[in-house]
């Protein structure tokens, strides 16, 4: 059974660019959560996707996009980057039979610069 | 929003110590769960918890749902240097979201 797969694992952008961040959910889940951890912060929930629509949304601008495809996997799309979104951005998958069984990656670690 | 405050911010004990952290809540919650996060890793389900009072046990590790519904704790026996890293209260919500607190990160001392 493989787990969540993050990539890539390490990214510097420029402020103003666009990056992209993507997710292989764990077999058999169907869910897929973002997370944003700033340093020394536990992570906040960004949004999730169930059934390639979102399904809950966090406290965060529209510039936080996202997508889930067919076979589950997912990306986050961030446009306009500034320098406080620096943070490591974690991805973790479920499904409703896994009652809060959240599979975490190990995540992307974002510097904008 | 609500708010977990987790208590202490930073830990420094001698292995074979025992450890105790915990977690308060600015509402009620219905569940509580507690994660450990390694370094350069994701965080990982230890303990969920799921109605007040109850308390339940993973090998050295013991947390407690509150009965006010609004605290948390997280106890662990005889220490070893593998136990070090970040631990989170967390609370799953409604909103299919997980609340985290800010962390306790625990260091042993071999």
């Known amino acids: 059974e493989t787990g969540v797969t993050q990539s890539p694992t390490h990214l510097i952008k420029t402020r103003g660019q666009q990056v992209t961040l993507r997710c292989s959910s764990q077999s058999g889940h169907n869910t897929v959560s973002w997370y944003q951890q700033a340093l020394g912060q536990g992570p906040q929930f960004i949004f999730q996707y169930y059934r390639e629509e979102e399904n809950g949304r966090g406290n965060f601008p529209p510039r936080f996009s996202g997508l889930q495809f067919p076979n589950y996997s997912s990306e986050l799309n961030v446009n306009a980057l500034e320098l406080d979104d620096s943070a490591l951005y974690l991805c973790?998958?479920?499904?409703?039979?896994?009652?809060?069984?959240?599979?975490f990656g190990s995540g992307t670690r974002l510097t904008v610069v | 929003g609500q708010q977990l405050n987790q208590s202490p911010q930073s830990m420094f004990i001698q292995e074979g110590e025992d450890v105790s952290m915990n977690c308060t809540s600015s509402?009620?919650?219905?569940?509580w769960l507690w994660y450990k996060q390694d370094p350069g890793e994701g965080p990982v389900l230890l303990i969920a918890?799921?109605?007040?009072?109850e308390l339940t046990s993973n090998g050295r590790l013991t947390a407690q749902f509150g009965t006010t519904r609004k605290d948390s704790f997280l106890n662990i026996s005889a220490s070893i240097p593998s136990d070090v890293g970040i631990y989170f209260c967390a609370e799953h919500n409604a909103g299919n979201m997980l609340t985290f607190g800010g962390g306790t990160r625990l260091m042993v001392k071999p």
């Open positions: 918890l799921y109605k007040a009072g």
């Open positions: 509402s009620i919650f219905n569940t």
């Open positions: 973790a998958s479920s499904s409703p039979m896994s009652n809060y069984g959240y599979t």
